[in-house]
């Protein structure tokens, strides 16, 4: 019920039929009175359903600037923003890119072939192009490959009066005019207000008295996931982004760090599944296989190593095969708390919780938690091979194997993430199956290097 | 480099050595004019480093006003907010509960028994009382449960300048100062402007002239994943929460959304790694194993239950003893397959791009990846079994159980979560390990199906 009301609460928005026909029928202002109308995000909802013939009459019935409030909001494959601007006039298509943000037509060039940039930055206006060519040059997954230059900065000797009247002239081009910051003659960040503070104060007080100067900050090059780790805890609208000698260079607003979220929250959850990317949408099962495949070549001869490890045992196997029928148990038991203390060995890495904590008491806490679980599976099992095979001793080993098993299993779970992250390795390589398969292989080694040993006891 | 200009950035703010002095000193001017300067993050995160017998100071040197302020920002367990509450005297509770945005105060006493809830609420100030009472009947994860009462409405028929008038005068209570509601006279939602509209525009202008009136709502019982996904598609600080009539209840903040989305994340996460909660911090072996054994315990006796069809296939075990090498492999790839897909689904339905797809057009994508996937992988397991162990007919059996193995596996991973989906049950029990372990299962009666059928092949 809640579902089909909230349907209509957003589709009563968009007349698609209305603007379909005004497309068709070539009427400019019937078009431009619906569509200048919608939220961005429902202009560019409508458009990506339009065709290539369709497409054409939007670009002829919005202006660049029109449309690049559209543009900002568009959700399309990375690849695809190359033959979209090819359909616009070289001009028209530099005209919307110097309209945009400069940090979301930053985000559009970098999915473009070089040469594709530079001539659109060679016919766009001066001051856009000098802006965007700076921003090209931050290292991706950085605040500064995040953040935008349209802010609005005052000096701290001014007044209220003043300080709303610079912010009334630059609210059309500002990203946010919600938080003014303060800078001193060399640019250098000296305080923020918000505009909250303009309005409930007097017009004839000064900046300097009204300012916060305790301005948290974040530096260029820091990881944009410890930007929105900082925008959560302080919950900003927007953070100030400087250099080391503390000057302003942008901002980065509150929207940007939204999609930063659920980009590396993506990720992360990518990479416990073991599967390249899942942000683009699979269109067809080509497409799919090809993500999954890479993962899962690798995975398979990794299991080939695992077989041919129990190959080694084959001996042992023909004399006692009611071995193999455990098998899958005790890897899958040290798979399953493997990826148990990978994701929260992750999660604490993402959340910094573990950062706090010294690296040999996260040890000693994941050795007691793989005694506790490894005990009490351990016994679960040993109890329940001897009621249904009337074998102590085979119960036995394979509730000392899950033991030993759970116990490493839980240890290398947790410490191959943490190790490679204080290592500055990519910690990709640790993805969910990875950890999952060599669980696999060191439970196997320890259950049939047990039963080898013992063979003798194992009567059958 | 980056990471410790960040600290020093972060570190700057707080004179923690100054702070603890005051306290000590009991000099509660010294204290109060370091501490009320710092951001409400900070507050909190100096507060819980104290001990009890520091903080029963700090109530004693802030306001139930300024306490709520730190309140709203403090991270702990859930469980830990009754003891904290239990310091303060129950006035000054009640009070610093009151004097919190009520959507916070929801938060705190959804965490308290059901008596010390109807205390606090009994000498709470009367109206707070009532704003906290009315929230806490919306159910849990729907945008009622985390929208805000204080929200800025005013009438169509106003002028900028009196609108400007009653921001100002609401500005200290309100969650938000920068979304302006318009309402009609029976609080029926009409419109919506930003502060930036009233700030371009002259003081005589009417309200009902700029105002956007195509209001992009939530109702009041949609589910917050819903909510966050519409602020994150629309870049809105704010979304305003109606019920049926479009009767304006309250407003959901960007900074709560921010909490929802890591919430969600963690959840979908946790679910694929089988863990039962990752947002809490593991102080010990014994409360990191509590959240992991119940899983571990289930997936044990699924486990067991793969080793008794495995049992039933012992006779063929005893006669062909290399078969055991491969099982780890096939139910491994079997299981990485299932997990890809299940990942697949759930950021799809997440995402909400899988809900605009017929079933039917799933399943055949799933289908066809799974042939992809299953005829790459299985041609390829066929050649290095055939060279590794010099029989084509085994390779061909581990090969053509893998390409079956996997065809099944992907569609089982991804039309398990989405038909548990629709049929609106919770999708919690088809989490990584559970689908994995039916992999298992899956994969092993196809694996020692074949092989028991052309048995007499396997010449060894």
Redesign the interface.
Known sequence: ???S??ES??K??IDKELLMESLKNDNIENFRSEFL???A?DQASFFMELNEEERLHVYHFLSPEEMANLFE?LEIEDDEYSDVLAEMSPNYAADMLSNMYADDAVDVLNELDKDQVVSYLTIMNKDSAQEIKELLHYEEY?AGSIMTTEFIAIAANQTVRSA?HI??SK??SAET??YVYVVDEDRTLVGVLT??DL??NEDDVMISEIMYD?V????V???QE?VAR??????F?ALPV?D?QNHLLGIIT??D???V??EE??D???K????AD?DS??R???S??KK??P???I??FL??F???L??RF?ET??KV?????????I???A???G??A???AV??IATG?LEKEKIMKIIS?????G???GT??GI??TF?VYF?QGDLFLGGLVGISIFFA?IVATLAGSLVPLIMHRLKIDPAVAS??FI??IN?IIS?LIYFGIATAFMSYLTR
Chains 1, 2 share one sequence.
């Open positions: 019920m809640s579902e009301s909230q609460n957003q009563q928005h109308d919608l939220h995000y909001n950085t709303m912010l009334k609210a059309p005019i919600y505009l909250r309005i409930v305790r948290v900050s974040v530096s090059g820091e990881d410890e900082m925008m959560r805890d302080y919950d609208l400087v080391f509150v929207d760090i939204i999609d979220m659920e929250a993506s992360d959850y990518s416990l599944a073991g599967i899942l949408i699979d067809n099962p080509i799919a296989a999954r495949l993962w899962l070549v995975l398979l299991g080939m695992t077989a041919s129990i190959g084959e196997l023909d095969a009611i071995l193999a029928v455990f098998i899958p148990l890897a899958g038991m798979g399953n708390t990826t148990q990978l994701a929260v999660r604490g919780d806490r994941e050795a007691g938690t005694v506790i679980t009490t599976c679960l099992v329940i249904w759970l969910g199956p999952t398969t696999d196997i």
